[in-house]
């Protein structure tokens, strides 16, 4: 994708460098600008429309926005980090930017803020830049006009949609703005729902390549949208189509994946399960690695495992914890998960070389598809051997992010073969699995349909973690006490029903970056964040203890303070920032 994006940059400048050898050379237009007579056609249109796509990884190699980890797809500081999941990892110092961050002590002048906002308003740059480009263009068929369309509002409405979750008071950018300092002094709901809707409405079912939005991506999207606005009576009947869809006499289109794990591998991606993913590619020729999910590329064992950079993203004891189940399989939802016994058995200054044994209690057998743990295979880089792949375990403690790592028959093939960081791979980011429809659907029910629909959407997903198939195993069995199953008794308290939920939430996804957006969504933020500063606090005194999550703060991050100044127009800041900061 990038490379295509290359060469329209270079079909855009080698005009203005031949009309520089004559007089007329000042009438150009400027550098950098689209050429609308060079790409106002079917190729020029296609092309843009790539590089619109290609910025859903959150990379834009030498444009200043920022490293790739300050916007990355996976969400892994903004809505790992803030929301619990995990630590920033590494020591102290590296990336100290991320520290305020995880405190929720950011200021508007950090440069993750602004590499996020950067990246995301120059997808809807691109995106608009689709859109202009289409209706001068006259060798591109009525139909095809149609879905590339879709395509271009579908990433538009993405784009906003992702700031809109980061920083809530933002502008609406359209491809009729001529003034780009638009005010963030309006709700923009409205416009991403209706950027979804049209996407949903004209996109086929099904896209010939890979990676391209289709109607139901485009629907599962704009539900989302509702969610996170909480119209679950909007949102129940378009998850409903969604999850009827998948079942055509040709066979299932979306569904679960019989094993959980499925989801994280380079050989399964693009599956049933996946409704909307970044795609990702190594050894493509672009030999950085750079078209690899390079957002995460520091988020790797610090050494001697894969990747070999730089022990970022360690999840957090209380997420580890959360995996606990009781003695018929179920989760523990009233917070004795990080009480005493129930409190799973950690590492913490035990020497690699000194033995460990892990715990011996029940577990969900999702926590060792998600947890680098001591004592537990690693994919297939051997037993997980602690200490020696952690920088400072007092600092990020004892565990290690395992959701997006490549195997070790795949490196070289599957990651790249050379760099200063072997993390760049061939792994899909997920931004929607089956999983979500399924449990938004769940909380649909709750909220203003039924809570006996909700108990079976969320033993659907309970069912496929129990598939013992995908257990973890050492030397032939499974490498913990894994016990897990459904809800048998019915739900008909809608509070506890509620709990159940947003609790299969944190589970199954955990370290994929919804957490903390969950979390503001639910309007449960400030207790929820609060409870975990009180535990994880203690345990990571340098890194979270005396934080303060506070309401009416800290569900959102400042507008970067480059981007207010940038849109001074006669001595007056067009954007306002948020409350609090």
Known sequence: MKKILFLVLITITLGGAFYACQESFLDRPPLGGLDE????????VEAVLIGAYSLLDGWA????????????????????????????????????????????????????????????????????????????????????????????????????????KCFNNIPYVDDKATDFNVPNDRDIWPDIVNDLKFAYDNLPETQAEVGRVNKWTAGALLAKAYMFQRKFAEAKPL????????????????????????????????????????????????????????????????????GTCCGFYQPSQELVNSFRTDASGLPLLDGSHNIGANQVKNDQGVDSKDPFTPDAGNLDPRLDRTVGRRGIPYLDWGLYPGEDWIRDQSYGGPYAP??????????????????????????????????????????????????????AYVNQVRTR??????????????????????????????TLARKAVQFEHKIEFGMEGHRFFDLVRWGIAKDALTAYIAYEGKLRVAALGGSTFTAGKSEYFPIPQQEIVASTVNGQATLKQNPGY
Do not use: M
């Open 37 to 44: 007579t060079t790409l106002s056609n079917s190729k020029g």
């Open 61 to 164: 190699q030498g444009w200043g926005s920022g490293d790739a980890w300050h916007a990355s797809a996976s969400n892994w500081v903004f809505g790992g980090i803030c929301g619990g999941d995990a630590h920033k990892g590494s020591d102290n110092g590296d990336q100290n930017a991320v520290n305020p961050i995880a405190r929720y002590e950011g200021l508007p002048s950090n440069a993750y803020f602004r590499g996020k906002w950067r990246v995301l308003y120059d997808g809807v740059a691109r995106s608009n830049s689709v859109l202009k480009l289409l209706v001068k263009a006259t060798d591109i068929s009525a139909a095809r006009a149609k879905q590339i369309e879709g395509e271009a509002r579908f990433l538009r409405g993405h784009y906003h949609f992702e700031a809109k």
């Open 239 to 306: 998850l409903e189509t969604i999850i009827a869809s998948g079942k055509t006499s040709k066979g299932e289109k979306y569904g679960l994946n019989a094993k959980f794990g499925d989801n994280f591998l380079i050989a399964t991606k693009n599956n049933k399960e996946s409704v909307f993913a970044v795609q990702s590619s190594v050894n493509d020729g672009e030999g950085a690695g750079e078209n690899g999910n390079y957002g995460d590329v520091l988020n790797f064992p610090y050494q001697g495992g894969p």
């Open 402 to 455: 395992i959701k997006h790592v490549y195997k070790k028959s795949e490196q070289g093939s599957g990651s790249t073969a050379s760099g200063w960081a072997l993390g760049a791979s061939a792994n899909n980011v997920n931004l929607i699995r089956f999983a979500h429809i399924l449990l938004w659907a769940a909380e649909c029910e709750v909220e203003v349909g039924s809570l006996e629909a909700a108990r």
């Open 465 to 494: 973690a129990a598939n013992p198939a995908d257990f973890v195993l050492n030397n032939g069995a499974p490498a913990a006490k894994y016990v897990v199953d459904t809800y048998k008794t019915p739900w008909t308290d809608k």
